[in-house]
């Protein structure tokens, strides 16, 4: 596995209590990585089992769940219901520390646009175009995400092998043909809103997401 990514290091590592708006608290294992491809700052949350120090994890050889997270700023901080970013997140880190396994929170927001072209999409989106329309139209791919970061700090973590936590087959194919083993694919909630159906339809219909919408059938 990994032997054609560069080799990332953890640089440190830190237990955080983690405390959602809803009352929902847990502990993380929070790790930093030196030698990312992107040197983006990414994160990594240890969750359940693996929010032991590694010495003292007692994970019986099970593969962990592992969601990677796209930074969501509106979604995840402010609870915009353009999107569900925020729900998704919240509900990864239940799943997770219930089951074991990390949370990858790549700074990659605006499916790799950034912040200011996101909202930039946005208005685009208030004029008729869709999520994916809005991002070619400002001169970018309809997804400019790359998980070879995310591969990078499996691979610092001693992770061979991952349940992952995701709609998303792109995930799922980028981490394949970057050695990571996808041993299950789990999917998350719907989180439907007057505010995000055409958004969440469009991921459906477009960029194939597992997403069971009464308004979206084979």
């Known amino acids: 596995?990994?032997?054609?990514?560069?080799?990332?290091t953890v640089r440190t590592q830190v237990t955080v209590p983690l405390r959602f708006p809803d009352g929902y608290a847990t502990t993380a294992r929070?790790?930093?990585?030196?030698?990312?491809?992107?040197?983006?700052?990414?994160?990594?949350?240890?969750?359940?089992?693996?929010?032991a120090p590694p010495d003292r994890r007692a994970t019986d050889g099970r593969t962990p769940l592992v969601r990677?997270?796209?930074?969501?700023?509106?979604?995840?901080?402010?609870?915009?219901?353009?999107?569900?970013?925020?729900?998704?997140?919240?509900?990864?880190?239940?799943?997770?520390?219930?089951?074991?396994?990390?949370?990858?929170?790549?700074r990659q927001e605006g499916r790799g646009v950034g912040l200011y072209t996101k909202l930039e999409a946005y208005a685009l989106q208030d004029a008729g175009l869709?999520?994916?329309?809005?991002?070619?139209?400002?001169?970018?791919?309809?997804?400019?995400?790359?998980?070879?970061?995310?591969a990078q700090m499996l691979a610092a973590l001693g992770v061979e092998g991952v349940a992952?936590?995701?709609?998303?087959?792109?995930?799922?194919?980028?981490?394949?043909?970057?050695?990571?083993?996808?041993?299950?694919?789990?999917?998350?909630?719907?989180?439907l809103s007057p505010a995000n159906a055409g958004y969440l339809a469009t991921k459906a219909s477009r960029g194939e997401h597992t997403l069971d919408l009464p308004f979206v059938r084979e």
């Open 130 to 150: 869709d999520t994916y329309e809005a991002n070619v139209a400002l001169g970018h791919r309809e997804d400019e995400r790359d998980y070879t970061a995310a």
């Open 164 to 191: 992952l936590l995701s709609n998303n087959p792109d995930k799922a194919e980028q981490l394949g043909r970057l050695g990571v083993t996808v041993t299950q694919r789990v999917t998350t909630g719907v989180y």
């Open 1 to 8: 596995m990994y032997e054609a990514l560069r080799v990332a």
């Open 30 to 51: 929070v790790f930093t990585f030196n030698g990312l491809a992107d040197e983006r700052e990414h994160l990594a949350f240890g969750l359940g089992d693996w929010a």
């Open 68 to 106: 990677p997270h796209s930074e969501c700023l509106t979604g995840d901080v402010f609870g915009s219901q353009r999107c569900d970013c925020g729900p998704q997140l919240r509900e990864a880190v239940e799943r997770i520390a219930d089951a074991g396994g990390f949370l990858l929170y790549l």
